[in-house]
């Protein structure tokens, strides 16, 4: 645990400095340099990417984790990766090809509404494709469990390249067309340092040979893609699906609310970054024992923690919002249901991992599907009816159905569940905070509101859980952090 509580702080650091980044992104440079159309545009092409991404991946960047361990030969290893390479690129030559063929038409699912987007479809490809071979590369890094760096260029990067460029936009260095293009050569460069990082962790000599494995291999690949597609799915669907049926515009005041909300995923992406090869290589090892004290610990620790940040989003978004242009409003149930939809995905502890790297992966396959069609389905339902709002509620709901199943199949398989006592006072505690200081408002100017409010419940939060001892692996935490304090106060 040693390892993960190490690289798991620094990348709670990276995280939150880089979703601080994007919060001033998506909160006062896009929504006061870019008119609101054109923010709409680019959410639009990056959650777009982001939902074809993992099918040119084709499930390599899991398939790399679950399988490198397992190796002792390295003349099979180097043929490994190189399989782990060339699926990629191959993939992506397909589907290039088939969207170059198919160009016109697609061009035609754009009609009349937004036809701002139809002259940046190719960029979609081109930001995918970079985004794929990203994650391959981290996940390389991933399985060497060294994950600080990737999640320095996944979390930071991209953030800092986009504030660059919208101040080059703001003071007209560069065209709205400029911007996207220089954003589309943001993510090509990421990706190819990203690739220089990997290969110093572990370097390999290409072969055009396949590991004897290889059947597995290509099995698991073919199937998990299917599976993390999903996963992407749930989280861009309903952004790209806002742009079918509502003017472009809407996707950026949708994508704001729910990025407030995605804050809570940050000790989660945080210490997946870790817990999953970890995860990998316990299964590998069959350690069921460390297996379930590992899903256990995982679960309470980011309850507890994403749970604080859930209190802080809800009972200040309000404040937030008097900061932001007026075109821009607030759905609160947008914030609450996409907030509690992360807050049970932290719930769910390292779930994923187990379940994509054990040989019950084809069940979620096919919960995938289902889910998939649920998710379409509700969207296709609900936006009409509700609006912006509609796509919060279809999301929130797919999801909801989507983790009980994700956590009766790991109880079902392996006979254990991440859940405790101290798990449901958690929630409990969680629900208190959050009515008894949502309508707590002091009559100070909304940045001074924000800051106290959030000091004083983070501090009444703090010592709540400590003194009733929810979690012990915080409260030693605490304890080291209050020791330093009082140990330099002393020196």
Wanted: charged share 10%; net charge neutral.
């Amino acid at each position: 645990m040693g390892v993960v509580v190490n690289q798991s702080i620094k990348n709670v650091v990276i995280t939150c400095l880089g979703f601080g980044v994007g919060a001033v992104n998506t909160l006062f440079l896009f929504t006061n340099f870019m008119e609101d159309e054109y923010y709409g545009l680019v959410s639009y092409l990056i959650s777009a990417s982001n939902l074809i991404w993992p099918l040119l991946a084709f499930g390599v960047q899991n398939t790399l984790i679950k399988f490198f361990s397992s190796y002792t030969n390295q003349e099979q290893q180097h043929k490994f990766l190189s399989l782990m390479l060339i699926l990629p690129f191959l993939i992506s030559l397909i589907l290039g090809g088939i969207g170059a063929v198919w160009y016109t038409t697609i061009l035609g699912f754009f009609g009349d509404q937004n036809t701002i987007v139809q002259p940046y479809i190719w960029t979609i490809f081109i930001i995918a494709f970079a985004l794929s071979y990203f994650e391959v590369f981290f996940a390389w890094s991933k399985v060497k469990l060294k994950s600080v760096f990737g999640n320095l260029m996944k979390e930071l990067f991209i953030r800092i390249c986009t504030s660059i460029l919208l101040f080059l936009l703001y003071f007209e260095v560069l065209t709205v067309a400029q911007f996207i293009y220089a954003l589309v050569i943001a993510y090509l460069l990421r990706t190819v340092i990203m690739k220089i990082y990997a290969c110093t962790l572990h370097s390999f000599r290409f072969r055009f040979s396949l590991p004897d494995n290889y059947v597995s291999v290509l099995k698991y690949t073919a199937l998990i893609l299917v599976a993390g597609s999903v996963a992407t799915l749930l989280i861009d669907l309903d952004k790209v699906m806002i742009e079918w049926e509502l003017p472009i515009e809407n996707v950026a005041k949708y994508g704001i609310c729910a990025y407030i909300a995605s804050v809570i995923i940050i000790p989660s992406r945080a210490m997946h970054q870790i817990t999953y090869p970890l995860t990998a290589k316990l299964i590998n090892e069959k350690n069921d024992r460390q297996l379930h004290e590992l899903y256990k610990k995982s679960s309470l620790n980011l309850l507890v923690t994403s749970g604080l940040l859930f209190v802080l989003i809800v009972c200040n978004v309000h404040q937030l919002f008097e900061m932001i242009p007026e075109e821009y409003e607030l759905y609160i149930w947008v914030v609450i249901l996409i907030g509690s939809a992360k807050l049970f995905d932290n719930l769910l502890g390292n779930n994923n991992s187990i379940l994509y790297n054990s040989e019950y992966y084809r069940i979620v396959l096919y919960t995938g599907v289902g889910m998939a069609a649920l998710t379409f389905a509700l969207n296709l339902i609900c936006i009409p009816m509700y609006g912006i709002t509609g796509a919060a509620i279809a999301t929130f709901t797919a999801i909801f159905c989507y983790n009980l199943v994700k956590v009766w199949i790991v109880y079902a398989k392996f006979d254990m569940h991440p859940f405790s006592k101290n798990t449901f006072f958690a929630l409990f505690l969680i629900l208190v905070f959050v009515f008894g200081c949502y309508f707590w408002e002091l009559p100070l100017y909304p940045v001074v509101n924000i800051a106290l409010k959030s000091v004083l419940i983070t501090t009444a939060y703090a010592i709540v859980f400590y003194v009733l001892k929810i979690s012990p692996d915080i409260n030693d935490l605490i304890r080291k952090v209050t020791g330093r304090w009082f140990n330099s106060d002393k020196l």
